[in-house]
Every structure is written in structure tokens, then in C-alpha cells.
């Protein structure tokens, strides 16, 4: 299992990669250079790039989402959207579509789960921009990339903090017993050892008594410290 420390490394190294993939895909879709990116990436092994018509159907895909999703379908060209997507992810993908058709030159990021082909899905994150041409809408221009891991990542770095936070309550609960339930009777105890102390007893009595209230002493000294480093 992966250490804490590395966790928060893995999560802090996918967060930058993120916000890079993020800051070349504006670059690229800002400058509406569709037909040069689509050539540059057609081939890549990172991104996803889709276009679909005006009715929503795949107008063209590259090789890296071709290979990811055609198990729905030999052929995915010409096809709805939709077939590719988690059926509670469609309304998200729609109205991201719909504010591209009413903002046009802006970008849209979006968040969708994809089927995997193993009845699971795949969680991969887009900008949107509408295709323009001669002044008229073609349909929609879609980069994106898979973010499975880094939201893996994310809920496994959620799970530590909430499990740490029971711990750490675990361990207040520890120091009140330690420093009121345990302690209580040990007092008594001791304050009984020095009460008879008083008193006169033969030499094997008083050796005994000795020798109680040392182990009482060690054994308040060990919760002591343990209460103290229960409470950081």
C-alpha cells in the first residue's frame, strides 16, 4: 500500500499535470485551431478529440478514443453521443452543448463518466467549443482526457483524512479515560498506600507496601504519558 506522504505526492503531481493539460487545451481551442489539432493529436495516447454534427452525432474522432469506446460499436462515426456516455452524465453533456451554441468562442469544462467495457466507466474531463465555419455553427469541438486515477486518488486521500479524524477522536476518548477512569481508582489507591504508611506493620508488610506504592508510581507515570501524547 502507498504510503500517506506518497499519496499527497501522486495527488499534487496529477493536480499540476491537470491544470497544464487544462492550459493546452485553451490554448489550442482559444485560436480555433481545430483541423491543426485534430492532425497533431489524431495519434496521441493522451488525449480524447470528438466532433459532433449539429444533431449530435460523431462527426470525427481520433485514434485514442476510437480504441478507448468503439467496443460499443465497430464504427462509431455518425452515431449519437450518447451511446458512449453514463446515462446521468447526458443532461451535463447537452446543456454544456447548448451554452457552447449560445457563447460561441467560449470553452466549457466538462466532467463524464464513459463506459470502460467491463460494465464500469471511465471519468474523463473535456472542454467544449463550438465548431464555426463561414459564420456558420457546424457543431462541437471536444478535448478532453481520462482523470479515473486522479479521482481514485482524490476519494482514497478523502477515506485517510476521515479515517485519521476518527482516530484522532478515538484518542481523545483514550486520554479522558486514561486521565479520569483509570486514574481515579490508582489515586485512591495511592492515597490508601500512604494512609497505611502511617501506621506500624512488621517488615514484610511494610516491604510489600513498598513495593505497592513503586508500581503505582510507574503505573501513573505510564498513563501520564500516555495521556499527554494522545493529546499531540
Given at each position: 500500500m502507498i504510503k500517506l506522504e506518497s499519496k499527497f505526492l501522486i495527488k499534487k503531481l496529477?493536480?499540476?499535470a491537470a491544470l497544464l493539460h487544462s492550459q493546452i487545451i485553451t490554448t489550442m481551442l482559444n485560436n480555433y485551431n481545430f483541423e491543426s489539432t485534430k492532425h497533431l493529436l489524431h495519434n496521441s495516447n493522451f488525449y480524447y478529440i470528438i466532433c459532433t454534427d449539429i444533431h449530435g452525432n460523431y462527426s470525427y474522432i481520433n485514434n485514442r478514443y476510437a480504441n478507448s469506446f468503439t467496443h460499443l460499436t465497430a464504427d462509431l462515426i455518425g452515431k449519437p453521443f450518447v451511446i458512449t456516455i453514463h446515462p446521468d452524465d447526458i443532461k451535463v453533456c447537452e446543456e454544456a452543448g447548448a451554452r457552447c451554441y449560445s457563447h460561441p468562442g467560449e470553452l466549457f469544462p466538462v466532467t463524464i463518466r464513459k463506459h470502460n467495457g467491463e460494465g464500469g466507466y471511465v471519468i474523463t474531463q473535456w472542454e467544449f467549443t463550438l465548431i464555426v465555419e463561414e459564420g456558420e455553427p457546424q457543431g462541437i469541438f471536444c478535448l478532453g482526457y481520462d482523470i479515473t486515477e486522479i479521482e481514485i486518488i482524490k476519494k482514497e486521500v478523502i477515506n485517510i483524512n476521515e479515517d485519521l479524524h476518527t482516530k484522532n477522536n478515538r484518542l481523545g476518548e483514550i486520554a479522558y479515560e486514561q486521565s479520569h477512569l483509570v486514574r481515579a481508582p490508582l489515586s485512591n489507591i495511592m492515597g490508601l498506600v500512604t494512609v497505611l504508611k502511617n501506621h506500624d506493620m512488621d517488615a514484610n508488610t511494610a516491604t510489600i507496601l513498598s513495593l505497592m506504592?513503586?508500581?503505582?508510581?510507574?503505573?501513573d507515570a505510564v498513563i501520564r504519558n500516555i495521556t499527554n501524547k494522545s493529546k499531540g
Amino acid at each position: 500500500m502507498i504510503k500517506l506522504e506518497s499519496k499527497f505526492l501522486i495527488k499534487k503531481l496529477f493536480l499540476i499535470a491537470a491544470l497544464l493539460h487544462s492550459q493546452i487545451i485553451t490554448t489550442m481551442l482559444n485560436n480555433y485551431n481545430f483541423e491543426s489539432t485534430k492532425h497533431l493529436l489524431h495519434n496521441s495516447n493522451f488525449y480524447y478529440i470528438i466532433c459532433t454534427d449539429i444533431h449530435g452525432n460523431y462527426s470525427y474522432i481520433n485514434n485514442r478514443y476510437a480504441n478507448s469506446f468503439t467496443h460499443l460499436t465497430a464504427d462509431l462515426i455518425g452515431k449519437p453521443f450518447v451511446i458512449t456516455i453514463h446515462p446521468d452524465d447526458i443532461k451535463v453533456c447537452e446543456e454544456a452543448g447548448a451554452r457552447c451554441y449560445s457563447h460561441p468562442g467560449e470553452l466549457f469544462p466538462v466532467t463524464i463518466r464513459k463506459h470502460n467495457g467491463e460494465g464500469g466507466y471511465v471519468i474523463t474531463q473535456w472542454e467544449f467549443t463550438l465548431i464555426v465555419e463561414e459564420g456558420e455553427p457546424q457543431g462541437i469541438f471536444c478535448l478532453g482526457y481520462d482523470i479515473t486515477e486522479i479521482e481514485i486518488i482524490k476519494k482514497e486521500v478523502i477515506n485517510i483524512n476521515e479515517d485519521l479524524h476518527t482516530k484522532n477522536n478515538r484518542l481523545g476518548e483514550i486520554a479522558y479515560e486514561q486521565s479520569h477512569l483509570v486514574r481515579a481508582p490508582l489515586s485512591n489507591i495511592m492515597g490508601l498506600v500512604t494512609v497505611l504508611k502511617n501506621h506500624d506493620m512488621d517488615a514484610n508488610t511494610a516491604t510489600i507496601l513498598s513495593l505497592m506504592e513503586e508500581s503505582c508510581l510507574q503505573l501513573d507515570a505510564v498513563i501520564r504519558n500516555i495521556t499527554n501524547k494522545s493529546k499531540g
